[in-house]
């Protein structure tokens, strides 16, 4: 599939998930999720990873282990993903119900030059979650879409991923906190650990 056809911007798919979002735990990936996130609001009870690419499905599944009840979001991109595609067996062998993962696919790799990613040629994301084992899985290309599956995505049993094909542009920064310490005691506190 080409990118050509995908119309959704980025900040407003985040902006739907996150709207009246309750006591939802939010992860964000790599760089452009992190300021997707940051963009809506600054809340203690997201947690953005700035780095370690690969690691935030998997930070979603240690956070939703801890704290089986409240609904953790991972939101993260196809680039860091696809970096961390053998953790989506581990999710689905511990399948946590309480874990969605969306994956801001605009088939880039945003942090290094948009070069495109598998997911510009034939891989999909969704169909490679239901064959690792998640239950419930899907494309997402329209807002018509996105509004049918924001419910799945906040309160069906999962784990659940949605990769939601975005238009292919780049995040612009929003001036927030990165002290990862800063962050990490932060949302320790939300979690009242």
Request: glycine residues 12%; negative net charge; charged residues 15%.
């Amino acid at each position: 599939m080409s990118n050509l056809g995908n119309s959704l911007e980025r900040r407003d798919v985040v902006g739907q998930l996150l709207a009246n979002r309750g006591d939802l735990l939010v992860v964000a990936g790599l760089g452009s999720s992190c300021y997707d996130i940051l963009s809506i609001e600054d809340s203690s009870a997201d947690f953005p990873l700035w780095g370690a690419m690969g690691a935030a499905s998997m930070m979603g599944l240690g956070l939703a282990m801890a704290q089986p009840g409240r609904r953790v979001l991972v939101i993260t991109g196809d680039g860091e993903i696809l970096m961390g595609l053998g953790g989506l067996g581990t999710i689905a062998n511990k399948a946590p119900s309480n874990l969605a993962i969306v994956v801001l696919d605009n088939e880039r790799y945003g942090e290094t030059g948009m070069q495109k990613t598998h997911t510009a040629g034939p891989m999909n994301l969704a169909a490679v979650a239901a064959g690792a084992g998640f239950p419930v899985t899907g494309t997402i290309r329209s807002n018509e879409d996105l509004k049918a599956a924001i419910p799945t995505i906040r309160q069906q049993p999962g784990p659940v991923l949605f990769d939601i094909k975005i238009l292919a542009n780049q995040a612009s920064d929003i001036p927030s906190p990165q002290d990862g310490t800063m962050l990490k005691q932060r949302f320790r506190e939300a979690l009242q650990v």
